[in-house]
T-cell receptor, first 113, second 114 residues
Framework: GNSVTQMEGPVTLSEEAFLTINCTYT??????LFWYVQYPGEGLQLLLK?????DKGSNKGFEATYRKETTSFHLEKGSVQVSDSAVYFC????????????FGRGTSLIVHP | DTAVSQTPKYLVTQMGNDKSIKCEQN?????MYWYKQDSKKFLKIMFS???????INETVPNRFSPKSPDKAHLNLHINSLELGDSAVYFC?????????????FGDGTRLSIL
């Protein structure tokens, strides 16, 4: 089956620190990979995605590279802001099958001024 | 303007009652979902509809019944509410069967059972 494993949170950082949130996956088939962000009191929204090996998704200063050899899609940002405080979800989707994307358990990020 | 809208945003009710949550999407997507998010933020898929047809029904008590009157709407009715039903329920939609399409989520319905 498909699965996504994320590092457990919360991750607590000071403003302007470097962020890495690890994500590894297992998939039957060739997945597309996603990072979603959930701000307090809101729904999930797409942050970035990558659909094939070695693709890099990027948005709002966040980046993640699809690494097929290590089955990973780690999220990075060079300098976090207080406004980046949220829960981040790694997810995958495989063509065909049951249409259900597979989500990780989410990683809470807290950024202090 | 809202892409996926859910109503109500908050729902506080007593154990044993029956309630409904409505979801509408104006994106023209043909697949819609219901998720339950617990207090630890874990997202659990409940149902998925494709073109008004139920395609996924995970291990959800039969007190939960989805209904899709058309492909833009997916409602969730819950009978005999229990304390364990307290959670945030999210509706989502996605276009087609291609794996590279992301899901679009509503802002959630916060259900509290007294």
């Amino acid at each position: 089956g498909n699965s996504v494993t994320q590092m457990e949170g919360p991750v607590t950082l000071s403003e302007e620190a470097f962020l890495t949130i690890n994500c590894t996956y297992t998939a039957t088939g060739y997945p597309s990979l996603f990072w979603y962000v959930q701000y307090p009191g809101e729904g999930l929204q797409l942050l970035l995605k990558a659909t094939k090996a070695d693709d890099k998704g990027s948005n709002k200063g966040f980046e993640a590279t699809y690494r097929k050899e290590t089955t990973s899609f780690h999220l990075e940002k060079g300098s976090v802001q207080v406004s980046d405080s949220a829960v981040y979800f790694c997810a995958l989707s495989v063509s065909g099958g049951s249409y259900i994307p597979t989500f990780g358990r989410g990683t809470s990020l807290i950024v202090h001024p | 303007d809202t892409a996926v809208s859910q109503t109500p945003k908050y729902l506080v009710t007593q154990m044993g009652n029956d309630k409904s949550i409505k979801c509408e999407q104006n994106l023209g997507h043909d697949t819609m979902y219901w998720y339950k998010q617990d207090s630890k933020k874990f997202l659990k898929i409940m149902f998925s509809y494709n073109n008004k047809e139920l395609i996924i029904n995970e291990t959800v008590p039969n007190r939960f019944s989805p209904k899709s009157p058309d492909k833009a709407h997916l409602n969730l009715h819950i009978n005999s509410l229990e304390l364990g039903d307290s959670a945030v329920y999210f509706c989502a939609s996605r276009q087609g069967q291609s794996s590279n399409q992301p899901q679009h989520f509503g802002d959630g319905t916060r259900l509290s059972i007294l």
